[in-house]
């Protein structure tokens, strides 16, 4: 590993999911070594954005040069690019790129986005997300309610009737719910009037709510639809069930990869879960964020 801190550009593009996945393979880094982290926000036209992380970058070079440049989302590649060629590091894309893969010398792609074999491609379980593993309470819980997509038949009255159902199967759980941005204004609107759930709205949250209360949280259920909330769930080591919906036809690819984890343990369906008992936690530990930073700094520390 490095002595000094690896000096390290994070270009951001305003996207919040985005942000997290970039975050997420930052913590795992510092898990591993220490790092001298510069952010360069690009916004606006490409234009826009080539002169912003281009200013960004002539200012932050007078310090150090990079050694790793990360990105996530379509709009930060070519800035990236651009940066990489004038001032050197090794690049690091999350998620499929819309530019080829080749252009990088890293590429975390999910495996459902079914990567081809390449050295410098790393399959990822899911999208990186930061995670945070506290305290373990027994008796709290944490419901994840998402809305309508393209893949899945939303359902109120389905959702509502699972999670009370829960609740109801175990009373010594204090569970808390909170619903998202694409959770209809109807779903709380109906009410959910159960005595040991307390109700959250997401504009009511303030930043790392999440992160925290996943940290304590022994069990954590998710609406089938919102795949990030699973996997970060997973990643805070809660136990993981999955409130089922009804899945639109056609091919999924999304879809395939909820049946793998499912058929692995990873996840347990409200149907098949036995209510007289406590929902089981994933045999295997998963910290994907750290995973890829020890592959990441194993490489270029081989390369160098």
Not at 92 to 120: A, C, E, G, R, T
Not at 226 to 239: G, H, R, W
Request: proline share 6%; net charge positive.
């Amino acid at each position: 590993m490095h002595q000094s801190p690896l000096t390290v550009w994070r270009f951001i593009d305003g996207k919040p999911g985005h942000e997290k996945q970039s975050q997420g393979l930052i913590q795992g880094l510092q898990a591993c070594t220490s790092l001298n982290i510069s952010t360069i926000p690009l916004r606006g036209s490409l234009l826009q954005r080539l002169k912003e992380g281009r200013r960004a970058c002539s200012t932050f070079s007078k310090e150090a040069l990079p050694q790793l440049l990360i990105g996530a989302g379509h709009s930060t590649h070519l800035p990236l690019l651009m940066a990489q060629r004038q001032y050197g590091g090794h690049s690091i894309i999350l998620m499929k790129p819309s530019l080829p893969s080749l252009f990088f010398d890293f590429v975390l792609m999910p495996k459902h986005d079914q990567p081809h074999q390449h050295p410098n491609i790393i399959p990822t379980e899911g999208a990186l997300a930061p995670a945070k593993v506290g305290r373990k309470q027994s008796n709290k819980g944490i419901i994840l309610i998402g809305g309508p997509d393209k893949r899945n038949i939303w359902d109120n009255s389905k959702i509502k009737q699972q999670v009370q159902a829960i609740c109801k199967a175990q009373t010594g759980i204090q569970w808390q719910l909170s619903n998202s941005r694409r959770t209809p204004e109807d779903f709380l609107k109906e009410g959910l009037n159960i005595s040991n759930l307390k109700v959250i709205e997401w504009q009511n949250t303030p930043a790392n709510w999440l992160i925290d209360q996943l940290a304590e949280a022994s069990y954590c259920w998710v609406s089938q639809d919102s795949v990030s909330m699973l996997y970060e769930a997973l990643s805070a080591q809660c136990a993981v069930g999955v409130l089922e919906l009804t899945r639109k036809k056609g091919k999924d690819k999304i879809g395939q990869n909820l049946k793998r984890l499912i058929k692995e343990d990873t996840l347990t369906t409200f149907s098949s879960w036995d209510q007289s008992k406590a929902l089981p936690r994933c045999p295997q530990v998963l910290e994907e964020h750290k995973r890829c930073a020890e592959i990441i700094l194993k490489r270029i520390n081989t390369t160098q």
